[in-house]
């Protein structure tokens, strides 16, 4: 069975552009969540979906946003990119808002 | 902030049984233990979680205290692909709520 696949895996941006990264859950899950990683530190919370419908948002700016589509894949949007942007940026899927959670490879975002 | 306490580093030899502890003082009624590992440049890889028994699954057991204010993740016979930080996470089952981790322990097996 295939995992979560997120894509791309690498790229490379320049501040001020925005970006797309999308998450497609394992089979049959109808969560998913995203989570940013910074170089030494644990994932971040960014946000959850469920049923296409946000149930969690950590603390993070307005520029990030992102949705869920009825096939519950999603997509994380960057706008107004900055240098700090720069991170592994990780989707987890999980069957409802509430259990555990299986992670991508994640998408490693560089922001020059 | 995480609501767990862990070691920053521990070595292991392969072959051995690796006993990783955690602290969680704080933790209320409702909220469950859940270990997840982070083998480098990796998605995080869950292991196991429990709420207050123990529990044992392929991969590791979870040894949670009567008091369940610390737990120990054991993985029986430590392999050089274990090599990995392994977080300790609280949390409580309910939509919304994500999982916060901290720094975790950077478990390394030695050969």
């Known amino acids: 069975d295939a995992g979560v696949t997120q894509s791309p895996t690498h790229l490379i941006k320049t501040r001020g552009q925005h970006v797309t990264l999308r998450c497609s859950p394992i089979?049959?899950?109808?969560?998913v969540s995203w989570y940013q990683q910074v170089l030494g530190q644990g994932p971040q919370f960014i946000f959850q979906?469920?049923?296409?419908?946000?149930?969690g948002r950590g603390n993070f700016p307005d520029r990030f946003s992102a949705r869920q589509f009825p096939n519950y894949s999603s997509e994380l949007n960057v706008n107004a990119l900055l240098l700090g942007d720069s991170a592994l940026y990780l989707c987890?899927?999980?069957?409802?808002?509430?259990?555990?959670?299986?992670f991508g490879q994640g998408t490693r975002l560089t922001v020059v | 902030d995480a609501k767990t306490t862990q070691p920053p580093s521990m070595d292991c030899a392969e072959g051995r049984a690796a006993n990783l502890p955690c602290n969680h003082s704080t933790i209320s009624g409702n909220e469950y233990v859940y270990w997840y590992r982070q083998i480098h440049s990796q998605g995080p890889q869950y292991i196991i979680h429990g709420l207050k028994n123990n529990e044992t699954n392929e991969m590791a057991s979870l040894i949670i205290t009567e008091d369940r204010k610390s737990s120990t993740l054991i993985l029986p016979h430590a392999t050089l692909r274990d090599t990995a930080v392994y977080y300790c996470?609280?949390?409580?089952?309910?939509?919304?709520?994500?999982?916060?981790f901290g720094p975790g322990t950077r478990l390394s097996v030695l050969p």
């Open positions: 996470i609280v949390r409580v089952i309910n939509y919304g709520q994500n999982f916060v």
């Open positions: 979906y469920y049923e296409k419908e946000e149930r």
């Open positions: 089979s049959g899950h109808k969560s």
């Open positions: 987890a899927s999980s069957w409802t808002g509430n259990t555990e959670a299986f």
